[in-house]
């Protein structure tokens, strides 16, 4: 069946440093790719997404490339803030129905 | 425009209680969503709905049941609560197109003692 793995948390990085969050899926067909980000307390909300090979989605300063020999949609940020303290989730969906299968989540904490 | 919303945001039961949690939208979307989340598990879809109407099971469909009788509302329902019952629950929505992205609520906060 379809699913993603994601590097397991927590992640702790100072204010500046480099950020990867690995994302690995498997599915049928041609999925769409997506990270979502849930800061503390709330719901989840896009972070960025792509919907075949190659793409490359991005907002905020992050970006991850969709890349189907390698199954992989790593999350990347060259200079994280104490703002981006938060949950990231990688997602994928499959078919018209748009079901969301998500990794377990990945904390990120940025220390001043 | 409020987005989507979760009525209660905290809910304690008992074993045995049931209740519903209602999500809204006013985003006109088709698809509305259910998961809940549990610590170290991500989110898990429970039930869906691809219009008025319909609704579908999920990956954890069992002790819950839903019902979508306006496009803009989608009710989840626990008949008989459990601990393992216990968990924050979100809502979501979307446009009927491959890849659209998913509106999420704020979640509702249970727990079941």
């Known amino acids: 069946g379809n699913s993603v793995t994601q590097m397991e948390g927590p992640v702790t990085l100072s204010e500046e440093a480099f950020l990867t969050i690995n994302c690995t899926y498997t599915?049928?067909?041609?999925?769409?790719l997506f990270w979502y980000v849930q800061y503390p307390g709330e719901g989840l909300q896009l972070l960025l997404k792509?919907?075949?090979?190659?793409d490359k989605g991005s907002n905020k300063g992050f970006e991850a490339t969709y890349r189907k020999e390698t199954t992989s949609f790593h999350l990347e940020k060259g200079s994280v803030q104490v703002s981006d303290s938060a949950v990231y989730f990688c997602?994928?969906?499959?078919?018209?129905?748009?079901?969301?299968?998500f990794g377990k989540g990945t904390k990120l904490s940025v220390k001043p | 425009n409020a987005g989507v919303t979760q009525t209660p945001k905290f809910r304690v039961l008992k074993t045995g209680q049931s209740m519903t949690l209602l999500c809204a939208q006013d985003m006109n979307h088709e698809y509305m969503y259910w998961y809940r989340q549990d610590p170290g598990m991500g989110l898990r879809l429970i039930h869906y709905s691809v219009g008025e109407g319909t609704t579908a099971k999920g990956e954890v469909p069992d002790g819950y049941n839903v019902s979508r009788l306006k496009k803009q509302n989608f009710l989840l329902g626990l008949e008989s609560a459990a601990p393992s019952q216990t968990s924050v629950y979100f809502c979501a929505s979307s446009f009927p197109f491959e890849g659209s992205e998913q509106y999420f609520g704020p979640g509702t906060r249970l727990t079941v003692t």
């Open positions: 599915a049928t067909g041609y999925p769409s």
């Open positions: 997602a994928l969906v499959t078919g018209s129905q748009g079901n969301l299968i």
């Open positions: 792509a919907t075949k090979a190659d």
